[in-house]
């Protein structure tokens, strides 16, 4: 079985040319099954950590939120903050990683992950959170040369369940990103 170390190397090594990337994301988002909105977004990604999400015209219940999130992460930072308490086969072609924050701050505090180990992409992920679980699935194509999501299922169950369909379209590919979105995504 792989270790962690390794397996984080072999997802990093997915598109090893690809440097940046742009590309529109269309979001379907319902809410209890009954409320339903889209949001359009710009997401701006460049290795080894810059990952951030504009969103145009946000309907009016969300703009308190802003119309800009950043994720500022890197492999080293997942192998920082993370220890794998389970890594296990779950097919010939698939691993599940399970993940365990090592420190309280570390958010979300656990993660599983389920790995196409053939071609070294997460088919899906679920973050746990103390109010519940996030899970995401992905659709990966063929853009360019490059195995990139054009499709990803987003859920949350419980009480008040949202899911969404966010699509991924008009790939920009090893582009130069605006300034301000590098200023903004730069860490503390």
């Given at each position: 079985m792989p270790t962690l170390e390794e397996v984080v190397r072999r997802l990093e090594g997915v598109n090893p040319t690809l440097?940046?990337?742009?590309?529109?994301?269309?979001?379907?988002?319902?809410?209890?099954?009954?409320?339903?909105?889209?949001?359009?977004?710009?997401?701006?990604?460049?290795?080894?950590?810059?990952y951030t999400v504009v969103v145009h015209e946000a309907p009016a219940a969300l703009r308190s939120l802003g119309n800009t999130f950043q994720l500022v992460s890197s492999p080293q930072r997942v192998l920082a903050d993370y220890r794998a308490s389970a890594i296990r086969r779950t097919d010939p072609e698939g691993l599940v990683?399970?993940?365990?924050?090592?420190?309280?701050?570390?958010?979300?505090?656990s993660v599983t992950a389920l790995i196409d180990a053939r071609r070294w992409l997460i088919r899906e992920a679920t973050l746990h959170y103390?109010?519940?679980?996030?899970?995401?699935?992905?659709?990966?194509?063929?853009?360019?040369?490059?195995?990139?999501?054009?499709?990803?299922?987003?859920?949350?169950p419980g009480l008040l369940p949202v899911s969404a369909e966010l699509t991924y379209r008009n790939y920009r590919l090893n582009v130069p990103l605006p300034p301000d979105i590098l200023a903004r995504a730069s860490p503390p």
């Open positions: 440097r940046t990337l742009v590309v529109d994301q269309d979001a379907d988002v319902r809410v209890l099954g009954v409320f339903r909105f889209v949001l359009r977004t710009t997401v701006y990604a460049a290795r080894p950590a810059v990683v399970e993940l365990q924050a090592q420190r309280a701050e570390v958010n979300p505090p103390p109010w519940g679980h996030l899970q995401v699935r992905y659709r990966y194509a063929d853009v360019e040369g490059y195995l990139l999501p054009d499709l990803a299922l987003a859920s949350i």
